[in-house]
């Protein structure tokens, strides 16, 4: 088989580039910017099977079952912690959220459990307030480090042979004949037979000039960083309307998202005013966030699909494509299986997992309202 291109160091093209190079395909990476330097690098780093729309569930188990095993087989400590996803009710009318979710994901398998009162919850999370009325509780969902892992996928896949080219940004795929024959990029032409497209927010842009159409929009989201604490925080936090989540890295860092905010127009660092709101809010439900010194603070893009499920496909009219994008802040989660899935395609092979709701063409007769991003890590 031909030259494989992937566009775009996430976790999504890292992955794939991993998962291709163990194949022996020869395949080249390339990032504008560098590795990790979008939402993979900027992201909660929250690895949940909870709270998953029913078509991206399966997916998700696979992909942590697969997190399981990613220090082996990337040889790389990659701080996965299987340490459980609280997600939480703050008021009453939450708790009947809190409880019609853990009602429809049970019925899809999924071993979600209904922690009824303050009391059960501070059993799994001791550090929680008693503003904390119930939860959701899924031990098998947990969290891992987001730059570590990206770069662990972008340097296995180097180790089995990839080439990665950081600083090489694609400019234009080329398709002769409705076959994919290269990409255009800052640093000259790259000949390719298949090309995937994993170039997260940037992706719609090199799709037009295709003809294809991937309508997203971009969230901006907060993130907040502490220094060092000791131990204090074992599951993944999120609450009931997504506006807020937490979590405590390996090192005792503690990390908090906002729900993010579509203003395109603000600034590229969090405002003074956003931090102290986030701040207060994690506070509300982990007080020692609210005593934590922060250390750094950044923004991240989600790229938003109008149902906020990802586009993972290889489009009928151009031979030789994959795009793999949208994954509207759940793809750090995803990438293992994500990567796996987008080989597949690369390399004709029938896909591993259903990808019926994750293709391209969907948004030509569907309804395009705005998704809503689930960053409860
Ligand atoms: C603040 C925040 C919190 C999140 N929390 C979670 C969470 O808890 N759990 C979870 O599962 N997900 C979460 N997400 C979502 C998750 O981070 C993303 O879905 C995932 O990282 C997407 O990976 P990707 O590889 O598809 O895209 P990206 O990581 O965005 O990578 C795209 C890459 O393409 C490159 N690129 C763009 N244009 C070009 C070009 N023309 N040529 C070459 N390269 C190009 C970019 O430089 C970038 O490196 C969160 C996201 C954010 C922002």
């Given at each position: 088989m031909g030259a494989i291109v992937i566009i775009g160091g996430g976790i999504t093209g890292s992955a794939a580039a991993d998962a291709l190079a163990r194949d022996g395909q020869p395949v080249t990476l390339i990032d504008r910017s560098g590795i990790a330097a979008m939402a993979s690098g900027r992201t909660l780093g929250g690895v949940r099977?909870?709270?998953?729309h029913p078509a991206e569930l399966p997916l998700a188990r696979a992909a942590v079952a697969l997190w399981a095993g990613l220090h082996e087989s990337l040889g790389v400590d990659v701080d996965y912690r299987r340490g459980g996803n609280l997600r939480l009710a703050r008021t009453p009318d939450e708790v009947g959220i809190i409880r019609g979710i853990v009602d429809s994901q049970r019925a899809q398998g999924l071993d979600l459990h209904f922690l009824p009162d303050n009391r059960a919850v501070r059993e799994v999370a001791p550090a929680l307030s008693q503003n904390v009325l119930a939860a959701a509780y899924c031990a098998t969902d947990g969290h891992a480090d987001p730059v570590k892992a990206t770069h662990a996928f972008a340097d296995s896949a180097r180790r089995h042979g990839a080439t990665v080219r950081e600083g090489v940004g694609a400019l234009g795929i080329e398709v002769t004949a409705g076959r994919v024959t290269g990409v255009l990029t800052t640093a000259g032409r790259i000949p390719a037979e298949r090309v995937i497209l994993a170039a997260g927010i940037d992706t719609p842009t090199l799709l037009r000039p295709l003809g294809l159409d991937l309508p997203l929009s971009t969230e901006v989201v907060a993130v907040v960083q502490s220094e060092p604490l000791p131990p204090t925080l074992g599951p993944v936090l999120g609450v009931a309307n997504a506006d807020c989540a937490a979590r405590q890295e390996v090192g005792g860092r503690l990390r908090f998202t906002n729900g993010g905010s579509t203003d395109a127009t603000r600034a590229p660092e969090p405002s003074a005013t956003e931090v102290r709101d986030l701040v207060a809010r994690v506070a509300h439900v982990l007080p020692i966030a609210g005593r934590a010194r922060v250390s750094r603070t950044w923004t991240g893009l989600v790229d938003l699909t109008p149902d906020a499920l990802p586009v993972i496909d290889a489009p009928a009219s151009i031979f030789g494509l994959v795009v793999a994008a949208g994954f509207s802040g759940h793809g750090f989660c995803l990438g293992p299986v994500s990567g796996l899935l987008c080989a597949d395609l690369a390399t004709g092979r029938s896909p591993r997992h259903d990808l019926a709701a994750f293709r391209l063409d969907r948004f030509q007769t569907a309804p395009r309202a705005a998704g809503r991003p689930e960053l409860h890590g």
């Open positions: 099977q909870s709270g998953r």
